[in-house]
Structure formats: C-alpha cells, structure tokens
C-alpha cells in the first residue's frame, strides 16, 4: 500500500534569510551606485579620436603633431577644469594610407564614441560626409588641401589653405620678385594638386605663365626626370610642393640638372632636417610659413609657454607641426568647456571662438570653418631663415 505522508511546510532558517537579505541590499544599492558612478565618469569624459600616420613616409608630421597634443594635455591635466572634465586622447596610426583613414573614424566614433575628431593628413574628404552624418566635429589639422572646409558645419581646419598659401607665394613672386615664367613640381596627391590649382591661378590672373608642371609620387626619392624637363622649359621660378624628407632631393636635383631659377615653396621645406639634407641647393629659397613659426622668442605668452613645455619634455625647440597639434586640442577643450562635449554643443563652442590667444597668435574661427591666423614669406639664407 502507498503509505502517503502529507507535505510539511518547514519554517525557513533565520540565518539563511537574513544573508539573502543583506546579499539583495548589496546587490541593488551596489549596482545602482557603480551604474551611477559609471554615468558619472561617462558624462564628465571628453574623448578626442586623433587620426594621423605615426609611421610611413609622413610620420615626422604625424609625431610632430602628436607631441604638442601631449604637451596640451600635461597642460590640461594640471588644470583644476580638468577634475570636471576629464581628457581621454584616443591615437589612431594610419601609416600615411588614406584608405585607412574611414576605418579609423569609423572605430573612434562607434566603440569610443568620441564626439570629436581631429583628423591629420591624406584622406580627410572622405570623413566630411560622415562628420555631417554622425554629427561629429571634425577639425582638420596639417591638412591644406583645397575644399575642406565652407560647406558643413560641422567641418573645421587648423592648418594653412592650399588657396590661402600658394596664393600669398604667387602674388609674392609676381609682384615682390618680377617672376613671370613659372614651373611646379607637385606630390601627386590631393594636397599637391590643391597647391599646384591654386598657384597656377593667382598666377595667371596676376599675368604670369606656368609653362611646365610635373608631378611625383610621396614615396619618390629621385627626380630627375622631371627636373630635366624644367629645365628644357627654362622657368625664372619653380614652386616646389611636397612634404616629407625626400623632398630635399629636389631643389638638389634641381641644381644639379642646371635649373637656375628662383626657388618658391611651402612651410614644409623649412623643417630642420630637410634644409640641413638640401644644403646649399636651399640657398635663396622663399617659402610661406606661419608668422609664429620665424620667432619663438616672440609673440604670445602662450607661445613662450608651449615653447618651454616642449624644451622641458623633448630637449628641443618645437618647429611646425607641433604648433598646430597643441594649438587643435586647446581649441576643442575650449570649445568644450565653454558649451560642453554634446557634439551639438561642442559645434557651436567652436563657430564662436574669436580673438583668442594661442600659441600661434591671436585666432579667430571664420565662417567657412577655417581656423584664421596670418601668413607670411621668408627666405632661406645659409640654412636658416631671414626676413626678404
């Protein structure tokens, strides 16, 4: 027979419902504590996705910049609007490829969520779209290329324009040193072909000719052949374009090949280790740079500020680059301290910066997006530079 015995209903432990308690209090108060403090530390960082090539033919750029965006961060750091905001500087190495330039946008906006971009070199057209899309800003910086800016508002640069530069060097040549008959030689790439259009343009409307241009790969290293054909053109000037070491095999090339024209360039040339690889082949080269960039004694006291960070950190003065690095960071902390990191916010921040005191002067954000500073000719003498 089944012997059925009713179920007995027994009285739970004391001890076990009070640990289930306690484990419950902890778990709850616990989770709602560390969610809060993770919103906390979410909502006080302010993260910048920084895309440049920090290897390849263009990392001495790449670096260069590099290094004043961490002497704006120490800077920052020590800051007490640092407690509130918190920096968090996200690195992205492109190698000098363009192609990998989305990528790298892609992976700082998506996993980082960074609400803002600066974006150094090659392939920076094709984050505009995006940028807008996203919104994202975007600041371009070392990147002079002609059409960055003046269409989305959410696109900015810090950096010479190709328009603005090659202008000033053509208008300079034809009317400060009588030059009339003009050849190029370009990297052929967006930045060498925005140069090599808005050089020929100021040019010819000015009344000069450009009777021979040629282009050349930014891994190129020999340039013979087309410094043979300048000089069958017989030019009184050549405009040099280009970055990179190599490029100090041209004005080189160049002399050798017999060209005896005047020498004109971008602020590029007058990186140290180029003119000292150029030597003498350099020697009467007039070049556009930053006004900043002729003086480090001079100018403001940010100037002298960043010039000392940087001798105190890396042993030696800062030359270009490393201006625009510092300078694009301090603008976007600026922008985010006044308006906040909300990336609509953080827009409006930079479109209203005006008259501010950097360590390349006295900038102002102009309509179009473009950072303005002023820009001016120098003339390479014995190596260094000199005032024409």
Known sequence: MYNYKPYRRTRPNKLWVISIAIATLISTFG??????????????????????????????IGQSVKNGMDI?????AKQEASKQLHLQ???????????????????????????SIIAVQ????????????????????????????????????????????ASTMAEYAFSKLNLRKGAIIYVNNSTGISYRDSFTQKFTKLGGNIIEAQAFNPDDVDFRTQALKIKQAAPDAVYIVGYGKSIANIPIQLREAGVTATFLSMGTISQPEILQAAGEAANGLYYTTAEFATDLNAGTPELKQFVDSYKTRFGTNPVFFEFFGYDSLKLLLLAAKRGGTQPEKLREGMSAIANIPLAVGNVSVGQDGNVQFPIVVRKIVDGKWTAP
């Not at 993770?38 to 960082?45: F, L, M, R, S, Y």
């Not at 500087?89 to 609400?115: F, R």
Request: aromatic share 10%; net charge neutral.
């Open 89 to 115: 500087l996200e690195y992205s190495d492109t190698g000098g490829d363009a192609a990998k330039v989305v990528t790298a946008y892609q992976s700082l906006v998506n996993i980082k969520n960074c609400p």
């Open 122 to 165: 090659e392939g920076v057209k094709a984050l505009i779209p995006l940028a807008e899309q996203d919104k994202r800003v975007l600041l371009a910086t070392s990147v002079p290329d002609n059409g960055i800016t003046g269409k989305n508002p959410w696109v900015f640069r810090f950096f010479v324009s190709a328009e603005s530069d």
């Open 72 to 76: 704006a961060s120490a800077d920052y």
């Open 31 to 60: 989770l709602r504590y560390l969610f809060g403090r993770h919103q906390k530390t979410a909502a006080n960082n302010f993260c910048v996705g920084v895309i440049l090539p920090l290897t390849g033919n263009s990392a001495y």
